[in-house]
């Protein structure tokens, strides 16, 4: 068969495949602590037997973007950001930690702070539960505090502190669930005092719209010119056999 045809079948299944990444992007242009996913396509050399002068298209994802969102202002007391660099830390069902920029928080039933998707909060002495009925004050430290129904302001008791944490971005990892994890072999990160946190607010997700349009159009005329490709390598294909066949 026309290596024609593989060229141009290869170039439109990775273009295809980097569309449903730039369309997941776009998915979460209004989630809160999101981080868009980069998309790349990067040249693979073909090795076999021939001599190594030819090479395929492959779309990569090597990272996300770490910019921070915009900041929104919302006035509820469990609603926080991560100002600057920093992120929140969550328990998995595992035991084990992931990272998120996340922080619409809320309380579980069981009394545990927790992420809107259901995500134990982690303090830096464990997972964080609050007295049921309570209200809490948290501080831009990660300071939190329980205030019991009819208590005075100054009566809040601290319940703990959440565990604020600032690793290196080469050292993280996205997940498919949206969280970010330690990548294989890097140390757990310890408590940052640095990071801070903005109370009464949101961060918002840092995907551009504008720039996510452009390449979702982009992507779509990439995969139609691979697809016209392989239409001419069909065509040729049939003149050559009318050729032969005359």
């Known amino acids: 068969m026309d290596r024609m045809i593989y060229i141009g079948m290869g170039g439109a299944k990775q273009a295809m495949e980097q569309q449903a990444s730039v369309a997941n992007n776009m998915a979460n242009v209004s989630t809160p602590g999101f981080r868009a996913q980069i998309n790349n396509f990067r040249a693979v050399p073909v090795v076999g037997d021939e001599v190594a002068t030819r090479a395929m298209v492959v779309a990569t994802t090597p990272g996300a973007d770490m910019r921070s969102g915009p900041l929104m202002a919302t006035g509820r007391a469990l609603d926080v950001a991560v100002s600057g660099d920093g992120w929140l830390t969550v328990q998995m069902p595992d035991g084990s930690e992931a ?68 690793p290196a971005a080469t050292d993280l990892e996205r997940g498919d669930d949206g969280l970010f994890r330690m990548q294989a072999g890097a140390a757990t990160p310890q408590a940052d005092p640095k990071v801070k946190l903005l109370t009464g607010t949101l961060e918002g997700s840092n995907v551009n719209p504008v720039e996510v349009m452009v390449a979702m159009i982009a992507n779509a005329r990439r995969f139609e010119m691979q697809m016209k490709t392989v239409q001419t390598a069909e065509s040729n294909d049939q003149q050559a056999n009318k050729l032969l066949s005359s």
């Open 99 to 166: 990272y998120t920029r996340v922080g619409n928080l809320q309380v579980g039933a069981d009394g545990q702070l927790m992420t809107m998707n259901g995500r134990p909060l982690l303090g830096e002495a464990g997972p964080l539960v609050v007295p049921p009925g309570s209200s809490l004050v948290l501080t831009a430290e990660g300071k939190v505090s329980a205030l019991g129904a009819g208590n005075p302001a100054g009566g809040a008791a601290e319940v703990g502190r959440l565990k604020l944490v600032n």
